[in-house]
Nanobody, 125 residues
């Protein structure tokens, strides 16, 4: 059974930075693509970033391009999301997710098979 556990969320002022981590277990970590999504109450889950199995390809949602960086350490089974220049509109619960079908669309929540429990990020103005 795949398990994903996020950490690193918290409260930060606008313009600040946070780094989220996602610890994976239950499958060879380097065998699947991974992604980050976020969600606020009453809204659909929003694509944030995705990374290929090797880490050589990355994709970002338009609202975070140039500010967020996704990375992975396959030896440690860890996924990261470095978030810089945070804005109040980045406030959300952030989820990491695993996508076993590499050819499915990286930006769709339905393409992902396993999800973490989420970590809250709050950006104050």
């Amino acid at each position: 059974q795949v398990q994903l556990v996020e950490s690193g969320g918290g409260l930060v002022q606008a313009g600040g930075s946070l780094r989220l981590s996602c610890a994976a277990s239950g499958r060879t970590f380097g065998s699947t693509a991974m992604g980050w999504f976020r969600q606020t109450p009453g809204k659909e889950r929003e694509f944030v970033a995705s990374i290929s199995r090797s880490g050589g390809s990355t994709f970002y949602g338009d609202s975070v391009k140039g500010r967020f960086t996704i990375s992975r350490d396959n030896a440690k089974s860890l996924l990261y999301l470095q978030m810089n220049s945070l804005k109040p509109e980045d406030t959300a619960v952030y989820y990491c997710a695993e996508r076993s079908n590499y050819y499915s669309y990286y930006g769709a929540p339905g393409s992902y098979d396993y999800w973490g429990q989420g970590t809250q990020v709050t950006v104050s103005s």
